[in-house]
Nanobody, 126 residues
Framework: QVKLAESGGGSVQPGGSLRLSCAAS????????IGWFRQAPGEREGIACI???????YYTDSVKGRFTFSRDSAKNTMYLQMNSLEPEDTAVYYC????????????????????WGQGTQVTVSS
């Protein structure tokens, strides 16, 4: 069964940190473009992506310098380290794997989505 299982969400005060994990099963992450999206009230937006074609990582401006996207091939897991969290980061966060990516208006878009994670809530509040 093909699946992405997320963990690591929660509540944190402004300025705090969280690390999200997304474990893949049934397929190998190394062969896919992968990404982290988030959805507050509104559309789901791509905030960080790693392209399968060249291995480059893209971050949207609002998270650049604060969030770090990484992958552990041995564990078949991707991570999103989130530092200096702000109330505006409050959202449900989703991981995703697909065929390729593009950037539209500073947000990454995954083409040929293969599978989404179930989502994990991140709340930043004092």
């Amino acid at each position: 069964q093909v699946k992405l299982a997320e963990s690591g969400g929660g509540s944190v005060q402004p300025g705090g940190s969280l690390r999200l994990s997304c474990a893949a099963s049934g397929f190998n992450l190394d062969y896919y473009t992968i990404g982290w999206f988030r959805q507050a009230p509104g559309e789901r937006e791509g905030i960080a992506c790693i392209s399968s074609s060249d291995g480059n990582t893209y971050y949207t401006d609002s998270v650049k310098g604060r969030f770090t996207f990484s992958r552990d091939s041995a564990k078949n897991t991707m991570y999103l380290q989130m530092n200096s969290l702000e109330p505006e980061d409050t959202a449900v966060y989703y991981c995703v794997a697909g065929d390729s990516m593009t950037v539209v208006q500073d947000l990454c878009v995954i083409k040929g989505v293969y599978v989404w994670g179930q989502g994990t809530q991140v709340t930043v509040s004092s």
